[in-house]
């Protein structure tokens, strides 16, 4: 992707990587361009893959939950490249598609039931404003556990890097077009 603000790291074009390599292969299937880029760095990108990992396949959330919030935070944050490779995954959890084109533009209800609804307020409060006020707090500790607040919250926050580092870095995104 020429777009990239960062070289792309060509699998199979650095020795010292290909063990990274081969693991990223077997857990996402692919070298994608985010990997690609991460792979300047092989410290981070360890500690990126093992941390996304155990965040998408290790928690007790609910996967439909999970990429919904996954996909509105890729929204909030302008990052079409990890909204578009979430649609499948979140196909897959059984995401409605009025669901996955409803975090574009609205979170009443319908589509989303008040477990949803709350998940994505609280998707909003981390992303938009950081901190979170006791009352969604509150309404927030009704529904989850301690263990699923924390697995939530990090998801949330995870995603929010992610998003972040794609836009910061351009990866899958066109630079947006100079004025005349």
């Known amino acids: 992707m020429a777009s990239a603000r960062v070289p792309l790291v ?17 857990a996402r299937g692919r070298v994608s361009p985010l990997y690609q880029a991460l792979l300047n760095s092989a410290p981070i990108t360890e500690g990126w893959e093992a941390l996304l990992t155990a965040v998408r396949t290790k928690t007790s959330l609910r996967p439909d939950l999970r990429e919904l919030v996954i996909l509105r935070i890729a929204v909030l944050n302008r990052a079409p490249y990890e909204f578009e490779a979430h649609v499948p995954h979140a196909r897959r959890a ?27 307020a609280y998707t909003d409060a981390m992303t938009h404003d950081i901190d979170v006020s006791d009352n969604l707090f509150e309404r927030l500790a009704r529904y989850f ?25 351009r990866i899958g995104t066109e630079p947006p077009a100079r004025a005349p």
């Open 10 to 26: 060509e699998p199979g074009t650095n020795p010292m990587l290909a063990g990274l390599e081969c693991k990223i292969v077997e």
């Open 145 to 169: 556990d301690p263990k699923a607040i924390v697995e939530l919250t990090a998801t949330i926050a995870a995603y929010n890097m992610v998003s972040r580092f794609l836009v910061a870095l």
């Open 94 to 120: 059984g995401l409605a598609q009025a669901k996955i084109d409803g975090v574009k533009t609205t979170l009443a209800s319908p589509p989303y039931d008040d477990l949803e609804r709350l998940a994505l």
